[in-house]
Structure formats: structure tokens, C-alpha cells
């Protein structure tokens, strides 16, 4: 099986830094506390303590056990994988489950202008106060190719650390294909799901001819038994992304929501085909469109 690295980057970080630095590290520390779970997960509730097959197969999914190598720096992540498949839904999943955890209070806004904006309580019936709970999206690329992983030394409070670095061809393709990305869109080269099981390479797109993306939204659906009940899944994912749409409208940043956009209706259309729902899936995000955004944008949006 071939080694895969995956780099992540945290759209908009530099400007959530310079408008607020508390809330910029929060976009990190989202990622922090899942991943925190899903090892404490990992190790009490293992996929192979499960005997129905189905639910160990769900369980999977929703671990980092895939995860040779994790390798964070300020807002930029390496993830490192010797099992392609497992390591694509993992990888989809913690994606996903990043924008899940902000994602109603987007959806749900009393500030619709500026939806990251949320009111909370400070502790049980401590008085109201407003945070700003960034959107905790990754542009990213992924790559196969020579890869050493290697120990450095570093300082930490004037003493001598231990950590690990990387460095391959492997690093330099991630890097550079997600270089390319606008929008939370994870490329590679074309023909990359050659890598992946007959089951996943539906869930890749051709951008162009040397280029081609990861539809990691579709994996929100995946685990769904039943098609038809699984595609009112959408809109958990739809509500809060047409809700910052709306507020960067006339901003550097709306490429990026409208990307973003383009992104979840590809990746909802891909998999409603391969599981015979695809004239559903299609109506569904053709009604969204023109109820949510502008009905002049459906041909544009279903490409």
C-alpha cells in the first residue's frame, strides 16, 4: 500500500489572527478536542469491539487509528497514512466533524451579517458574552511519493524537546496542490484514486488535466443503511454554509463560501449516484438553491 501525506491548512487564519487571536486559536483547538476524543474513543471503543459488522464499520470511520503521523504547526497540519481507505474516511470524518461542532450556531444566528459572532453564557448563570467561533475549515492537498520522517531537537522553555519533521517528495506535491485550492478543497494529482478501493474513486473529481479533488463531503453520507432517509442529511451541512455565503457577500473571503458551496452539491450529487438516489439527490439541491441562494444560480451550482 502506498504511503499518503495530507496537508492541511486553515482557510482565513491570518485574518482571524489580526481581528482576534483568542478565536483563531479556538479554529485549533476545535481540531484539538476531537481529536482528543476520537483517541480516548480509539482506545476504549475499538472498531473490533464491535460484533455487528455494520456498526464496526461506522466506528472505523470515526477514529484516527489510519493516522501513522500527525504533525502540527501554528495553523498547517501533516497527517501521514499506510491504509488509503481507511485513511480517507478518517480523514473526511474529522473534517466534517470540525465544521459539525460550530456548525448550528452558523446555521441558528442572531448575526446574520456575522454569523461566527455567538453569544454565550459565561459558566451556569455568569452574564452573556460574545465570541467569535471562526469557521474551523481546511484547504489541503494529498500526495504519494518519497517521504522520511525524522526526529529534530527543539527548545521548549529553555530545554532540549524532541519532535518529529518530514521531508519528501510526498510533502513538496501536498504542498503545492493545496496551493491551488480556493474554497476548503483537498486536490491532488490526477488519477490519484488509483490508490483507493473501487469503492471510494467515485468520491474524486477531475478539476483539469493534471489536477484532480477529493470530494471529502460525501462522507457524511456514506455511513447511512438507507439512501432515501440519508439524503436529509444535506442540510446539516447546507444551512451553515449558505449562512456565511450570505454575510461574505461583497468580501475578499466569499470566493472561498462559494467555493465551498460548489464543493458540498458536487460531493452530495456523487454519492446520491452511487447509491441510486441521484435523481433525488439533484432535485433536493436544485429546490436549496433556488430557495436559499438565487434561482439564476442553479445551472452554475449542478454543473
Same mark, same amino acid.
Request: hydrophobic fraction near 40%.
Given at each position: 500500500m502506498p504511503t499518503i501525506v495530507a496537508y492541511l491548512d486553515v482557510l482565513g487564519f491570518s485574518s482571524y489572527t489580526e481581528m482576534d487571536l483568542a478565536g483563531a486559536i479556538s479554529v485549533l483547538s476545535h481540531q484539538r478536542n476531537i481529536l482528543d476524543q476520537k483517541?480516548? #474513543? +480509539?482506545? #476504549? %471503543?475499538?472498531?473490533?469491539?464491535?460484533k455487528d459488522p455494520g456498526l464496526?464499520?461506522?466506528?472505523?470511520?470515526? &477514529?484516527?487509528?489510519? =493516522? &501513522?503521523?500527525?504533525?502540527?504547526?501554528?495553523?498547517?497540519? =501533516?497527517?501521514?497514512?499506510?491504509e488509503p481507505d481507511k485513511f480517507l474516511c478518517q480523514l473526511s470524518n474529522l473534517l466534517l466533524e470540525c465544521l459539525q461542532l460550530v456548525g448550528d450556531a452558523y446555521a441558528n444566528t442572531d448575526?446574520?451579517?456575522?454569523?461566527?459572532?455567538?453569544? @454565550?453564557?459565561?459558566?451556569?448563570?455568569?452574564?452573556?458574552?460574545?465570541? $467569535? %467561533?471562526?469557521?474551523?475549515?481546511?484547504?489541503?492537498?494529498?500526495? /504519494?511519493?518519497? &517521504?522520511? @520522517?525524522?526526529? !529534530?531537537? +527543539? @527548545?521548549?522553555?529553555h530545554k532540549r524537546v /524532541?519532535?518529529? $519533521?518530514?521531508?519528501?517528495?510526498?510533502?513538496? *506535491?501536498? !504542498?503545492?496542490?493545496?496551493?491551488t485550492a480556493r474554497g476548503p478543497r483537498l486536490f491532488c494529482e490526477a488519477g490519484f484514486e488509483q490508490h483507493f478501493g473501487d469503492a471510494f474513486r467515485p468520491f474524486?473529481?477531475?478539476?483539469?488535466?493534471?489536477?484532480?479533488?477529493?470530494?471529502?463531503?460525501? =462522507? *457524511?453520507? @456514506?455511513?447511512?443503511? $438507507?439512501?432515501? !432517509?440519508?439524503? $436529509?442529511?444535506?442540510?446539516?451541512?447546507?444551512?451553515?454554509?449558505?449562512?456565511? %455565503? *450570505?454575510?461574505?457577500?461583497?468580501?475578499?473571503?466569499?470566493?472561498?463560501?462559494?467555493?465551498?458551496l460548489r464543493l458540498l452539491i458536487r460531493s452530495f450529487v456523487a454519492w446520491g449516484d452511487t447509491v441510486g438516489v441521484g435523481n433525488e439527490v439533484k432535485i433536493l439541491a436544485r429546490h436549496r438553491i433556488q430557495a436559499d441562494l438565487n434561482e439564476s444560480l442553479i445551472g452554475m451550482y449542478l454543473d
Open positions: 483517541l480516548v #474513543d +480509539g482506545r #476504549d %471503543w475499538p472498531a473490533a469491539s464491535y464496526a464499520r461506522v466506528a472505523s470511520a470515526h &477514529l484516527v487509528d489510519s =493516522f &501513522l503521523h500527525l504533525l502540527p504547526g501554528s495553523d498547517s497540519t =501533516f497527517l501521514v497514512s499506510e448575526t446574520p451579517q456575522q454569523p461566527e459572532s455567538v453569544e @454565550i453564557r459565561d459558566f451556569t448563570n455568569g452574564p452573556l458574552k460574545r465570541e $467569535n %467561533w471562526f469557521p474551523p475549515l481546511w484547504k489541503g492537498g494529498l500526495a /504519494t511519493g518519497t &517521504l522520511q @520522517i525524522f526526529p !529534530v531537537t +527543539g @527548545i521548549e522553555r /524532541t519532535t518529529s $519533521n518530514l521531508a519528501g517528495t510526498a510533502v513538496v *506535491k501536498a !504542498v503545492r496542490a493545496a496551493d474524486f473529481r477531475r478539476v483539469n488535466t493534471s489536477m484532480s479533488e477529493l470530494l471529502w463531503p460525501a =462522507f *457524511k453520507y @456514506i455511513d447511512g443503511n $438507507n439512501p432515501r !432517509v440519508d439524503v $436529509n442529511l444535506f442540510d446539516d451541512l447546507w444551512r451553515p454554509a449558505v449562512a456565511l %455565503w *450570505k454575510s461574505k457577500k461583497g468580501q475578499s473571503p466569499f470566493e472561498h463560501y462559494d467555493e465551498f
